[in-house]
Structure formats: structure tokens, C-alpha cells
């Protein structure tokens, strides 16, 4: 393959749409017997209903009521009735030549009249797992100077059902359920073995400004007796809500990875604006209190290169200056232009003394091998097409009327 292959065109998403019925997905499995209950199930029945209900969710993958065989007719069609289990919508899917895939998922409207959400979920193939990359909002707030998902305004936070569906997209899409047959065209991998291995919550959005919606998604992502991705496996990526920092190894106990990228406040506050709230020193004290940190659990420090910006030694020095007494690990990201950006990548050989340098101090710094640039899919390049969709319409109701006229 030498070049991206776009295997659908995103169409441009209806103005309103009728709210669905309430999801499943994504609840926990309190949520599941509340809803339940709302259907008169007997109490005595209700922990083996839900029991049944997460296993044909989450480890069967099912997405249709009609094939949850062993829940009675009966009852399949008054949770059909109430309920609703069916995946997001593919409104465009891409394949790089590296092998990474990016799908533009669109989520229904939650309540009548609204516009219907559009995310970029991203799937990185690597020797020995495979890596999913989720969103947590619709665009984002942070507006960091390097990253084109902040070029997109927030329209809002993703639900706790929204974040596990990508999760579900990914495996229907890489047959990655147990036993199933994979859907037609369907990327399914040769080399065998589980192919979401790893989650990392780096897509679209700050997922501590989305904190219980992402708590309840990366539990159910989480739990043994589901989908049952090791916390080790799950990385949550902030770039630096400070008060929420505690909260997220405390309760949710994934990886956490710090979006640092500057040493100093002052270049900080302009590649990430946020900085002017949360300053570095405030950040690094969350970051050494952070629950259950060690040496087998080390925080992963983003740092991406801009040339001239932010990769002399100098800024090496004062990265290993600035990270001593935590356990770490700093990923050098070669920055991954998108069309209207100031900002270069570093020349390699700077990002290599850069590396040299922090790995001379003890800090591992693996360079992050620049994957899906080609369909847009590498790291700081989502975005979904919620705002080109939204122009293309303009342009569509511009010629009616300029017909009708």
C-alpha cells in the first residue's frame, strides 16, 4: 500500500434528529439494574440479569437485543422496547499506510433538535499490541498553540456511553470479539492474539474536564469480567488539570501521562494556555503526590518537538532538573504538522541530543515513531469534521437559495 486509502466519505449529518432511546452501553453495572427495575424485574432476578447483560455487552460484544440468547424472548423485547444497544455511526473510515486506522464516529442527538456529534477514534497497530486512542469531548477547550483538535471549540463532553462505544467500534471493526464472525471489511489483523490491547485517553478533549463520564467508561473498560483491559494498559492523558490529578489515581488507578511540552511557565502558557491556571510547579507537586506512583507505575511526560521552539539541551537539562525524585518516563513526540500550523518539527538529530541527554540522567526517552500522518491520525492531528460538514451545508443551503432566486 502506498498511499492512505479513504474507504468511506463522510456525509454531512441530518440538522435534527430524534433522540434514541436510552443505551446500555456504558452503564456500570449499578446503572444496568436501575434500568432494570424500571422494567418491574423482580429484585431477586435483577443481579443475574444484569450478569447476563454484561457478558453479552462486553465480552460477546453483542450490539443487537435479538441475540442475547440467554435472556427470554420476553424480556429481550421490552428492554427492545425501552432500550437501546446499537453502535455509533461510521461515517468515514481510513486506513494509513503504516497500517494505522482512524474512523470519524457520529453519535446520534441526545434530545430532540440537537445536531448529531462527530469524534476521531484512532487504532495503532504495533509488534506485540495494538493501541486505541479515545476521545473524551467533542473538539476541546485548551486551545494549545501545536495541536489541530484545539483549533475546534468545545460543543460538549462525551457520555460515559459515547467513550465505551469507540472502544466497541474499534473491536467490531478488527474482529476482535471472541468467536465472532468480523463484519464485512472489516480490518482484521494476521498476527493473531488481542488486538486493542492498550487504551490511551489522548484523542479529542481533556478528559479531566469530563471526569465522571471518563471514571465510569475506563472502569467498565477496566473490569475483569468484561472487556478486561489491565489499568496498566490504559494511560489518561491531561495536560495538567491539577485539582483533578489526585482524584484520577485515587479513583479511576490508570497510567497518567502529563501533556508537558515546555520547561518553562512563560513558553508554557503559550503551548498550553491552561499552564496560566495550573504553572508548572503546581503541576510537578500533583504529579508527586499522584496515588500509587512508584517505579513500576511511572508517570509518562509528553514532550513534543518544535524546532527552534522548545528542543535546545539547555531545555534537556532543565526537563531532568525539573522531573528529579519522580518516576518517569518522557516520550519525545516529533511534532506532526496539520494544514494552517507555525510550528516545524525538530531536525532529527536534535531530537536525538535531546534524547541523549535525558537518557544520560536515568529517564528513559523513547522518540514516539510519527504513525498515521498521512490520514491525519497522528498525535495533536484529530479533528473531527463536525466544522467542514457544518461549511459544506452552508455552501449546500447558499446554492438552493440562489436557485430558488
Not at 476521545?135 to 465505551?164: D, P
Request: glycine share 8%; with cysteine.
Amino acid at each position: 500500500m502506498n498511499e492512505p486509502v479513504v474507504i468511506t466519505e463522510p456525509a454531512a449529518p441530518a440538522a435534527v434528529a430524534a433522540a434514541p432511546r436510552p443505551s446500555l452501553v456504558g452503564l456500570d453495572r449499578d446503572g444496568l439494574a436501575a434500568a432494570l427495575r424500571t422494567l418491574d424485574i423482580p429484585e431477586k432476578a435483577v443481579r443475574m440479569r444484569v450478569s447476563q447483560l454484561w457478558n453479552w455487552l462486553y465480552v460477546r460484544g453483542v450490539s443487537d437485543f435479538d441475540d442475547m440468547t440467554s435472556i427470554s424472548k420476553d424480556l429481550r423485547a421490552r428492554l427492545k422496547e425501552s432500550f437501546g444497544v446499537a453502535r455509533p455511526e461510521i461515517v468515514a473510515e481510513q486506513a494509513s499506510v503504516d497500517g494505522t486506522r482512524k474512523w470519524l464516529i457520529r453519535f446520534a442527538a441526545r434530545e430532540p433538535g440537537e445536531r448529531p456529534a462527530e469524534v476521531e477514534t484512532v487504532y495503532i497497530p504495533e509488534e506485540g499490541r495494538g493501541t486505541l486512542c479515545v476521545s473524551s469531548q467533542v473538539g476541546c477547550t485548551l486551545t494549545c498553540s501545536f495541536c489541530h483538535t484545539g483549533t475546534q471549540k468545545l460543543v460538549r463532553n462525551l457520555t460515559a456511553e459515547e467513550i465505551v462505544a469507540q472502544i466497541l467500534v474499534a473491536r467490531d471493526r478488527l474482529g476482535d470479539w471472541p468467536g465472532a464472525t468480523p463484519p464485512e471489511g472489516a480490518f482484521v489483523p494476521t498476527d493473531g492474539g488481542r488486538f486493542v490491547s492498550n487504551i490511551v485517553m489522548m484523542g479529542m478533549g481533556e478528559p479531566l474536564y469530563n471526569f465522571d463520564n471518563v471514571k465510569t467508561a475506563l472502569l467498565i473498560a477496566s473490569d475483569g469480567d468484561g472487556l478486561g483491559l489491565s489499568k496498566r494498559r490504559i494511560t489518561l492523558s491531561t495536560s495538567g488539570v491539577v485539582p483533578m490529578i489526585e482524584r484520577a489515581g485515587a479513583e479511576i488507578g490508570v497510567m497518567l501521562a502529563i501533556s508537558l511540552h515546555a520547561v518553562r511557565d512563560e513558553l508554557r502558557n503559550e503551548l498550553v494556555p491552561l499552564n496560566k491556571h495550573y504553572p508548572i510547579a503546581a503541576l510537578m507537586n500533583a504529579c508527586r503526590n499522584y496515588p500509587g506512583l512508584s517505579n513500576a507505575k511511572r508517570i509518562t511526560f509528553e514532550y513534543v518537538m518544535l524546532k527552534g521552539v522548545n528542543d535546545s539541551l539547555d531545555d534537556a537539562r532543565q526537563l531532568v532538573r525539573l522531573l528529579r525524585g519522580i518516576p518517569a518516563k518522557i516520550n519525545l513526540i516529533p511534532f506532526n504538522p496539520w494544514p494552517g500550523s507555525k510550528y516545524e518539527c525538530s531536525d532529527w538529530e536534535t531530537i536525538e541530543r535531546f534524547a541523549e541527554a535525558v537518557n544520560k540522567a536515568g529517564y528513559a526517552s523513547p522518540i514516539r515513531s510519527p504513525r498515521g500522518r498521512d490520514i491525519l491520525a497522528a498525535c495533536g492531528q484529530l479533528k473531527s469534521e463536525s466544522e467542514r460538514l457544518r461549511a459544506r451545508e452552508r455552501l449546500a443551503l447558499a446554492a438552493m437559495i440562489g436557485s430558488d432566486g
